[in-house]
C-alpha cells in the first residue's frame, strides 16, 4: 500500500477456494464517459474486494496488451489487456470463469453473451450488467438479448434507460435498477484550480462565450452541434458580441464549419481540439453558459461538469440528461431541433446575469449533493454487498 492512499494490485486469481470477483470492459484506458465510467466501477470493485478479502480481475478486451495500472483518487488496480482479439479475451474470461468466481461484472451489453458462456464452466456466480443508453434503446437481438435477460440485475444510468430495459428489453422490473454515475474524486479541487487558469490561445477573450463539447462525428449527429450554430445566429441579434466554442474532434466538423460559414456566423464559432484535460476546464470556468440540445444521451457527464463549475446549462429533452438539469431551476430543457426555443433560452441567460448565476450556484450545490463519486461509490457497494448476499 502507497503512503497516503490504498493501492491495490490485480492479478491472476490465486486461490480456487478463495472469494473472487471478475470485471469484463470493452476498455478503460482511452477518454470518454463510458471509459471513464468504467474506471469508477472498477476502483469501487477493487475496494469492495481489497475490504473484504476477495481477489478480483479486471479484463478489457480492447486496452492494448498486457498488465496496465489505473488509478482513480487514491485507488490504484490493474487491467489485462487484450488488444482487440477475442479470442485471448474470451479465453481469459473462461479461464477465469473456471476459477469459481462469486460475481461476474459486464460494463456493457455486448460483453453479456461472453458472461453466458462463463456460465458453462461456472454456475455459481451471480452476474450484474451495466447499460449507458442507446445501446439498449432498441430491442436487442440474439444473442444479447437472451443474455440480457439472464443477468441477475441490469443497471441503468437514468431514468430513462431504465424505462428503456423494462420496455424494449423486456426486463422485469424487480431486475433492473438505476446507478446514476458521477464525478471523478477530488473534482472539486480541479474546479477550483481551473478558476485560476489561462484557457487555451484558441479560446475567444471579451466575448460572451457559449460552450458545448462533445464528438463530432457524423454518426452522432443527435447531439445537436448544427442547432446551437443555428441558434448562434438569432441570437447574435440580440447579444452581438456571443461566441460558441465548440471543444470536440470528429469526421463531422467540415460541415459544421461549413454550416457556421453559410449562416454568416463563422467569425462568432470556435473550433478546439487537441485539448488537454487543465485546458478544458479552463473552458468550463470562462464560458458563460454551457448547452448541448442532444437528443441521444443515455447520461451526460459534460452536463456534470458544467454544473460542478456553477455554469447554467442549457440541454436536450431527452434520455439521461433531464435526470441531470431541473429544467427552470438549473437550466433549460430544449427539445433536439427547436433552434428558436433554444436561441430563446441561451438570449434568457445572456441577458440575465443574477438568473444565470441563480442557476449555476444550484447546479452546483445538486452536483455536490447527488453526483459525488462518494455518492456513486456507497450507491454502488450497496448494490454489491446486496447481490453478493442475494437480497436484490
Same mark, same amino acid.
Request: hydrophobic fraction near 45%; glycine fraction near 10%; charged fraction near 20%.
Given at each position: =500500500?502507497?503512503?497516503?492512499? #490504498?493501492?491495490?494490485?490485480?492479478?491472476?486469481?490465486?486461490?480456487?477456494?478463495?472469494?473472487?470477483?471478475?470485471?469484463?470492459?470493452?476498455?478503460?484506458?482511452?477518454?470518454?464517459?463510458?471509459?471513464?465510467?468504467?474506471?469508477?466501477? @472498477?476502483?469501487?470493485?477493487? %475496494?469492495?474486494?481489497?475490504?473484504?478479502?476477495?481477489?478480483?480481475?479486471?479484463?478489457?478486451?480492447?486496452?492494448?496488451?498486457?498488465?496496465?495500472?489505473?488509478?482513480?483518487? !487514491?485507488?490504484?488496480?490493474?487491467?489485462?489487456?487484450?488488444?482487440?482479439?477475442?479470442?485471448?479475451?474470451?479465453?481469459?474470461?473462461?479461464?477465469?470463469?473456471?476459477?469459481?468466481?462469486?460475481?461476474?461484472?459486464?460494463?456493457?451489453?455486448?460483453?453479456?453473451? &461472453?458472461?453466458?458462456?462463463?456460465?458453462?464452466?461456472?454456475? !455459481?456466480?451471480?452476474?450484474?450488467?451495466?447499460?449507458?443508453?442507446?445501446?439498449?434503446?432498441?430491442?436487442?437481438?440474439?444473442?444479447?438479448?437472451?443474455?440480457?435477460?439472464?443477468?441477475?440485475?441490469?443497471?441503468?444510468?437514468?431514468?430513462?434507460?431504465?424505462?428503456?430495459? &423494462?420496455?424494449?428489453?423486456?426486463?422485469?422490473?424487480? %431486475?433492473?435498477?438505476?446507478?446514476?454515475?458521477?464525478?471523478?474524486?477530488?473534482?472539486?479541487?480541479?474546479?477550483?484550480?481551473?478558476?485560476?487558469?489561462?484557457?487555451?490561445?484558441?479560446?475567444?477573450?471579451?466575448?460572451?462565450?457559449?460552450?458545448?463539447?462533445?464528438?463530432?462525428?457524423?454518426?452522432? %449527429?443527435? %447531439?445537436? #452541434?448544427?442547432?446551437?450554430?443555428? @441558434?448562434?445566429?438569432?441570437?447574435? !441579434?440580440?447579444?452581438?458580441?456571443?461566441?460558441?466554442?465548440?471543444?470536440?474532434?470528429?469526421?463531422?466538423?467540415?460541415?459544421? +464549419?461549413?454550416?457556421?460559414?453559410?449562416?454568416?456566423?463563422?467569425?462568432?464559432?470556435?473550433?478546439?481540439?487537441?485539448?488537454?484535460?487543465? +485546458?478544458?476546464?479552463?473552458?468550463?470556468?470562462?464560458?458563460?453558459?454551457?448547452?448541448?440540445?442532444?437528443?441521444?444521451?443515455?447520461?451526460?457527464?459534460?452536463?456534470?461538469?458544467?454544473?460542478?463549475?456553477? !455554469?447554467?446549462?442549457?440541454?436536450?429533452?431527452?434520455?439521461?440528461?433531464?435526470?441531470?438539469?431541473?429544467?427552470?431551476?438549473?437550466?433549460?430543457?430544449?427539445?433536439?431541433?427547436?433552434? +428558436?426555443?433554444?436561441?430563446?433560452?441561451?438570449?434568457?441567460?445572456?441577458?440575465?446575469?443574477?438568473?444565470?448565476?441563480? =442557476?449555476? #450556484?444550484?447546479?452546483?450545490?445538486?452536483?455536490?449533493?447527488?453526483?459525488?463519486?462518494?455518492?456513486? +461509490?456507497?450507491?454502488?457497494?450497496?448494490?454489491?454487498?446486496?447481490?453478493?448476499?442475494?437480497?436484490?
Amino acid at each position: =500500500m502507497r503512503p497516503g492512499g #490504498a493501492s491495490i494490485s490485480v492479478g491472476p486469481i490465486p486461490d480456487l477456494r478463495m472469494s473472487s470477483l471478475v470485471g469484463l470492459f470493452t476498455d478503460v484506458l482511452p477518454p470518454g464517459g463510458v471509459q471513464r465510467a468504467g474506471r469508477h466501477v @472498477a476502483a469501487v470493485v477493487a %475496494k469492495f474486494a481489497s475490504e473484504r478479502g476477495m481477489a478480483v480481475r479486471f479484463l478489457s478486451l480492447n486496452d492494448s496488451q498486457g498488465l496496465h495500472p489505473v488509478r482513480v483518487g !487514491k485507488l490504484e488496480f490493474f487491467i489485462s489487456g487484450y488488444a482487440g482479439s477475442r479470442f485471448q479475451f474470451i479465453r481469459a474470461a473462461m479461464r477465469a470463469a473456471g476459477r469459481n468466481p462469486d460475481l461476474v461484472i459486464a460494463l456493457h451489453p455486448h460483453l453479456v453473451p &461472453i458472461v453466458s458462456a462463463m456460465r458453462l464452466r461456472s454456475r !455459481k456466480f451471480r452476474s450484474i450488467v451495466f447499460t449507458h443508453g442507446v445501446e439498449v434503446w432498441q430491442p436487442l437481438g440474439w444473442p444479447r438479448g437472451g443474455a440480457l435477460r439472464g443477468a441477475d440485475l441490469v443497471l441503468g444510468p437514468s431514468t430513462d434507460t431504465v424505462q428503456h430495459l &423494462i420496455d424494449e428489453q423486456h426486463l422485469p422490473p424487480a %431486475k433492473v435498477r438505476r446507478l446514476a454515475w458521477g464525478l471523478d474524486p477530488g473534482f472539486e479541487a480541479r474546479v477550483a484550480a481551473a478558476a485560476e487558469t489561462i484557457p487555451p490561445k484558441s479560446f475567444p477573450r471579451n466575448a460572451r462565450n457559449i460552450l458545448t463539447v462533445g464528438r463530432w462525428n457524423a454518426s452522432e %449527429k443527435y %447531439k445537436g #452541434a448544427d442547432t446551437l450554430i443555428s @441558434a448562434l445566429s438569432r441570437v447574435l !441579434k440580440a447579444v452581438p458580441d456571443a461566441s460558441l466554442v465548440l471543444v470536440g474532434e470528429g469526421d463531422d466538423l467540415p460541415r459544421l +464549419e461549413q454550416l457556421a460559414r453559410d449562416l454568416g456566423v463563422s467569425q462568432h464559432t470556435h473550433f478546439l481540439s487537441g485539448l488537454s484535460s487543465e +485546458e478544458l476546464f479552463a473552458c468550463y470556468a470562462n464560458c458563460e453558459i454551457f448547452a448541448l440540445p442532444s437528443r441521444g444521451e443515455g447520461f451526460g457527464l459534460v452536463f456534470l461538469e458544467a454544473l460542478a463549475h456553477a !455554469k447554467p446549462v442549457s440541454g436536450g429533452a431527452h434520455g439521461g440528461i433531464p435526470d441531470i438539469i431541473e429544467d427552470g431551476e438549473t437550466g433549460w430543457l430544449v427539445r433536439h431541433g427547436e433552434v +428558436e426555443r433554444l436561441a430563446q433560452a441561451l438570449e434568457s441567460l445572456l441577458g440575465n446575469s443574477q438568473l444565470a448565476r441563480e =442557476m449555476g #450556484a444550484r447546479g452546483k450545490d445538486c452536483v455536490a449533493r447527488v453526483f459525488s463519486f462518494a455518492q456513486f +461509490e456507497s450507491q454502488f457497494t450497496d448494490i454489491l454487498n446486496r447481490v453478493l448476499s442475494r437480497e436484490h
